[in-house]
């Protein structure tokens, strides 16, 4: 492990498993990728973290919380990032953050923080920028997450934007889009609404830096309310999609429903007169006792034709003035 005695502006690329750390004027930052069992036990030897909270480190998924330990603060958070396709997933962000040291474990896939990371170890005038105190980078980092998180917002954004284009239309349906936006909005709720709950903990960090840092707490405070606020947006715009898709979906069933049935009702009246002259009975006009044929050979026929018409006619004016087609 890379020591936490390196001198100003120093850094280390010594690792354990994939733990490196870097420091600056005293101030240390520490960044775990992929935790195990292993590196938590190293991180209690070198700062005798609390073991709860080292096992909430590689628990799959925990709730957002931020803890004062005395000694040190223990943050963990949600952070989502897209996936593909439209899917979101979760990456836990985990921060132990002490007087002169800050502690990040995090998934690699959580790019955000390790470009940052990168970033301060591989130049000189960020990594004095950013390490002025453990507090103001712990503030860095999670400003940097928290605008990570608007990108998503734009791209769902686009999604409901697509939704409204086709939504009112009523030959399509939208429910399979509207689905998706539903659950991606639901996912990024489940995470960000606890972020705002505990959000405001952060400013118990400040106990570690001499500097003021209340301006960085709001404006932390800030973006996250904005994105929880988009957020409830959203799901009040997706709702109202539903309700639409639904209601012209319903729309469109009754009107081929009500056509089939009007088709079905003017239909009764051949349907009955078949069925009597269908039965093996002597019936006027049928083969027994004989076919009327005074009109001609196709006598039996042609009235018959014209008593199906007749009240299918009669039928289909009523209809049309009652107003039902």
């Known amino acids: 492990m890379a020591s936490a005695s390196l ?35 190293t991180l209690a030897h ?46 836990q962000v985990s921060m ?33 920028a950013f390490m002025t105190s453990s507090v103001y980078l712990a503030c860095r980092i999670i400003n940097s997450l928290v605008d990570g998180m608007f990108s998503i917002l734009d791209n769902v954004q686009r999604s409901l934007d697509s939704i409204e284009a086709v939504v009112f239309d009523e ?63 959203m799901k009040e715009m997706v709702e109202i999609y539903n309700d639409t898709d639904f209601t012209i979906s319903s729309n469109r069933t009754n009107t081929v429903l009500s056509f089939l049935t009007i ?15 269908g039965m093996n009975v002597p019936i006027p006009g049928a083969l027994t006792p004989g076919p009327w044929e005074f009109l001609g050979t196709y006598t039996s026929l042609i009235i018959i034709i014209v008593a199906m018409l007749v009240p299918t006619l009669a039928m289909a004016l009523y209809f049309k003035y009652r107003g039902w087609f």
């Open 7 to 41: 001198g100003s502006g120093s850094e280390s690329d010594a690792e354990v498993g994939r733990v490196t750390s870097i420091t600056n004027g005293g101030i240390t930052w520490m960044d775990v990728l992929d935790p195990t069992p292993t590196k938590m036990a």
């Open 46 to 91: 070198e700062y005798h973290f609390h073991p709860l909270d080292l096992d909430a480190c590689l628990s799959a998924m925990q709730l957002t919380k931020m803890e004062d330990h005395g000694e040190y603060f223990f943050i963990t958070l949600q952070i989502p990032y897209q996936l593909g396709q439209g899917v979101i997933g979760s990456n």
């Open 96 to 128: 132990f953050l002490g007087k002169d040291y800050l502690v990040t474990i995090h998934p690699s896939s959580l790019k955000t923080l390790s470009a940052l990371f990168q970033t301060c170890r591989d130049d000189e005038k960020e990594r004095s």
């Open 171 to 233: 030959k399509k349906s939208s429910a399979r889009p509207i689905n998706a936006a539903r659950r991606q909005i639901a996912i990024l709720g489940r995470m960000v609404y606890p972020l705002e709950l505990y959000i405001t903990d952060l400013t118990k960090a400040q106990k570690f830096s001499k500097e003021d840092l209340s301006i960085y707490f709001s404006d932390i405070r800030h973006k996250v309310g904005k994105v929880s606020a988009t957020i409830a947006e």
């Open 263 to 277: 088709i079905f009702t003017l239909t009764l009246p051949a349907a009955v007169i078949a069925a009597f002259y």
